[in-house]
């Protein structure tokens, strides 16, 4: 079972990024698959949240609202983050990790809740 992420780099404030997230060896398009980052020093932080099945809500933490947008496409079984207005603070590692029921919220962050986790990738936000 592996969830891979890429897509990460460096950009300058106010720049965009896409992240990519490729899932394997499960049932993607039922799974719950979030992204959660850690900035430098600090702890795990949820970022966004993408329900499978039919329904496939998605939600957001206040700090990403309005300027990140979570998407799935579950033909290729990946799950992406479009990033725009990057800032500063937005500097992370970024994972992708799936589970089988519904999370979302600041409670999302603990790695302890996910059945899958990726390796993460690194977003620099910096002029």
């Known amino acids: 079972v592996h969830l891979v992420e890429s897509g990460g780099g460096l950009v300058q404030p106010g720049g965009s990024l896409r992240l990519s997230c490729a899932a394997s060896?499960?049932?993607?398009?039922?799974?719950?698959v979030n992204w959660v980052r850690q900035a430098p020093g600090k702890g795990l932080e949820w970022v966004s949240s993408?329900?499978?099945?039919?329904?496939?809500?998605?939600t957001y933490a206040d700090s990403v609202k309005g300027r990140f947008t979570i998407s799935r496409d579950n033909a290729k079984n990946t799950l992406y983050l479009q990033m725009n207005s990057l800032k500063a603070e937005d500097t992370a590692v970024y994972y992708c990790?799936?589970?089988?029921?519904?999370?979302?919220?600041?409670?999302?962050?603990?790695?302890?809740?996910?059945?899958?986790w990726g390796q993460g990738t690194q977003v620099t936000v910096s002029s």
């Open positions: 990790a799936g589970m089988k029921y519904w999370c979302s919220g600041p409670v999302c962050y603990d790695k302890m809740l996910y059945d899958y």
């Open positions: 060896g499960f049932t993607f398009s039922s799974y719950t």
């Open positions: 993408s329900e499978g099945g039919v329904i496939g809500r998605t």
